[in-house]
């Protein structure tokens, strides 16, 4: 098994460099320098061939490439495959919306058919959200992140505004959760409404 030290040590050359530490363990080292951590194993499911990519070094740091790997192992010898259960997490992931998705469903199906002020909506949603929020997955949302936005709406001067924009960021959520987009609104904490801030 390589220690830190033989990894920061390893030299690329002109082919790529598998090194391998025991039950499928290795890392890869590119002609670039790039070095990889990976599990290479036989799947259950299909019999064939695997590698999964586990992290780029230094970034992921050898203690949790083992980390990574020793769970990945133990699903392998469950009879489960890591690489299949990773490409369908990725595919429902892409298939969840973004914010900006959300917020368009939110004015064509409630704002504009619920609302004489609809457009009031549809302007402090994407002032106040869209530029901060808009490309991230509207499930990765958190009451921190609503919390932060609000607070940078205060801090530029606008408190009215920033209950405006709770009140509007409130009523997408709800409207995601009752439609059955997300499992939960990030405007709660447990029980508690988050509180506008004046």
Not at 18 to 45: A, E, L, M, N, W
Not at 60 to 66: G, H, K, M, P, V
Not at 81 to 107: A, F, G, M, Q
Not at 180 to 187: G, N, Y
Request: aromatic fraction near 8%; proline fraction near 5%; hydrophobic fraction near 35%.
């Amino acid at each position: 098994m390589f220690t830190d030290r033989q990894i920061r040590n390893l030299k690329p050359e002109e082919k790529i460099k598998d090194i391998r530490g025991g039950h499928g363990f290795g890392i890869r080292v590119k002609p670039d320098g790039t070095k990889i951590f990976f599990y290479g194993y036989d799947s259950p499911v299909t019999g064939a061939r695997r590698f999964l990519t586990l992290g780029e070094y230094p970034g992921l740091s050898l203690e949790e490439a083992r980390i990574k790997h020793g769970d990945a192992y133990k699903l392998v010898k469950a009879g489960g495959d890591p690489l299949e259960i990773k490409h369908l997490e990725d595919e429902e992931r892409r298939k969840t919306p973004t914010v900006k998705d959300l917020i368009d469903e939110y004015i064509k199906k409630h704002a504009m058919v619920n609302k004489k002020s609809w457009q009031e909506d549809k302007r402090c949603l994407e002032k106040e959200v869209l530029p901060l929020w808009g490309r991230r997955k509207a499930r990765d949302i958190t009451k921190r992140d609503v919390v932060l936005l609000l607070e940078g709406i205060v801090e530029r001067g606008s408190p009215v505004m920033a209950n405006n924009a709770l009140e509007k960021v409130r009523k997408m959520f709800n409207f995601a959760v009752e439609r059955d987009i997300l499992s939960f609104t990030p405007c709660y904490g447990g029980k508690r409404q988050l509180s506008p801030i004046l």
